[in-house]
């Protein structure tokens, strides 16, 4: 037994003759707990056990010195093993699963509590069954991270796959992402595969498969439903729309953003409408505009420049922090996520205006997310127009950013960083600003 216990647990523990995985009852002065004996999280308090119970939560159980654990049965070795998946059905559309990583990507073995990557076809057919109904499932593991390590580099090596699949005769490409930083690599993937001729979905899960309350099945069967037939080619996100257990949406790349640390409705569309509700009974168009499967107008445009920075102001934020940036980043452009209508402290105006002289883009966007920016309404917002900042209408401060090491890739002068920056070229920006909840 080792599974990072130490002390009393590790004593209660061996005392028991148990080992990570058998079954256990541990009792003590505050009760009697039954469940899978699992290894000690490295930050989890010392004095505590992790069970995992019937219902698939863990729990950890604190003990004391009358504390006693007893072994009830021995842990059978984890042995998953795929069901032969049915043999795929030729008539049905052919759907590419990529698996980037993230809770969605993974598969908890029940020993030990951790997740390791699993996204075999088998794999994602034995989980998932109903999907072999939908559409023929190739699957390939492109990198396994947490959405939170990943990089333009990453969302640039995504792209270059999602290319060269969307050339290919798939009907469609899903891609398993983690949830944190899912906005950022649709906004990516939406600037690089310009009008693609079939839906680039991506898919991630609030909530592991291994709990009763998990999004994993449904959103991904959703998603590869969308990839497969949806007439909507767009790069977008499928995730649940509200605590029900049957709508999910799928909601524009450059629109969407992760709302709450754990509901399964986290993601909303902003400023927008999702571009479709999808439920089991069909697909629901709510998009007035969107980009139609089969076009001829794709565009693969990779590259980003990561000398760009995205800065939310705080009051009494001082503009030192912007001028010691730019010089330790070399930084060629600036997203400010103001306050309101579009506005950081007038003391910035003689740093933002040295910027400008220098050639260094700054645009606004708003901390307030719905609604747009409106830097004509005040004398302060004026000025920071005066001073070279370029207002960014209703764009997301997250797409703004990907946005702009997009550009900064393509664009050399300021004039044009500026007016890229200024157009609506996917969908990022204009069109009225919805509120607060519709998305
Ligand atoms: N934080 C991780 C990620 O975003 C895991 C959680 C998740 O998949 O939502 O990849």
Not at 196 to 208: A, E, I, N, T, W
Not at 347 to 361: A, M, N, Q, Y
Not at 395 to 418: C, Q, S
């Amino acid at each position: 037994m080792d599974g990072g216990y130490t002390g009393l647990c590790r004593r209660l523990i061996s005392e028991a003759g148990a080992s990570i995985g058998d079954e256990v009852l541990v009792v003590t002065r505050k009760g009697e707990y039954r469940g899978f004996l699992m290894m000690r999280y490295e930050l989890g308090a010392a004095d505590h056990i992790v069970l995992k119970l019937a219902n698939g939560y863990n729990i950890g159980v604190k003990v004391w010195d009358d504390s006693r654990v007893v072994k009830l049965s021995e842990s059978r070795p984890p042995s998953f093993r795929a069901v032969e998946p049915p043999p795929p059905d030729p008539g049905l559309p052919h759907v590419a699963v990529i698996s980037t990583g993230g809770t969605i990507a993974s598969r908890v073995d029940y020993r030990t509590g951790g997740v390791r990557p699993a996204l075999t076809a088998s794999d994602l057919l034995s989980a998932v069954p109903e999907l072999s109904g939908i559409a023929r499932i190739s699957a390939e593991v492109l990198m396994s991270i947490y959405s939170e390590n990943m990089n333009p580099r990453n969302w640039a090596l995504m792209a270059e796959r999602v290319d060269s699949l969307l050339r290919s005769d798939v009907d469609g490409v899903v891609i398993a992402h983690g949830t944190d930083t899912m906005g950022y690599s649709a906004a990516a993937l939406s600037f690089v595969l310009q009008q693609p001729p079939k839906p680039v979905v991506l898919v991630g899960s609030q909530r592991s498969s291994d709990r009763p309350s998990s999004d994993a099945a449904l959103n991904l069967v959703a998603a590869v439903d969308i990839a497969a037939k949806a007439p909507i080619a767009e790069v977008g996100v499928c995730m649940h729309l509200g605590h029900s257990d049957d709508v999910i949406a799928f909601h524009r790349g450059v629109r969407v953003v992760k709302l709450h640390t754990s509901s399964r409705s986290a993601f909303k569309s902003v400023n927008c409408e999702p571009l479709a509700l999808w439920t089991r009974s069909g697909l629901k168009i709510q998009a007035e505009k969107y980009h139609r499967r089969g076009g001829d107008d794709y565009r693969f445009m990779p590259g980003f420049d990561e000398r760009a920075l995205l800065l939310k102001f705080y009051p009494g934020m001082s503009p030192e922090v912007l001028e010691v940036l730019r010089e330790r980043l070399c930084l060629r452009g600036v997203v400010l996520e103001g306050t309101g209508l579009g506005h950081v402290s007038s003391s910035f105006i003689p740093t933002l205006k040295r910027l400008r002289d220098e050639g260094v883009f700054v645009g606004m966007t708003s901390q307030c997310r719905y609604g747009r920016v409106d830097m004509l309404v005040y004398d302060n917002g004026r000025d920071l127009l005066r001073a070279g900042v370029v207002p960014l209408d209703n764009m997301l401060a997250e797409t703004a950013l990907v946005k702009l090491m997009w550009v900064l890739a393509r664009a050399e002068e300021y004039e044009e960083v500026k007016r890229l920056m200024a157009t609506n070229l996917v969908g990022e920006m204009g069109g009225r600003s919805m509120p607060e909840g519709v998305g």
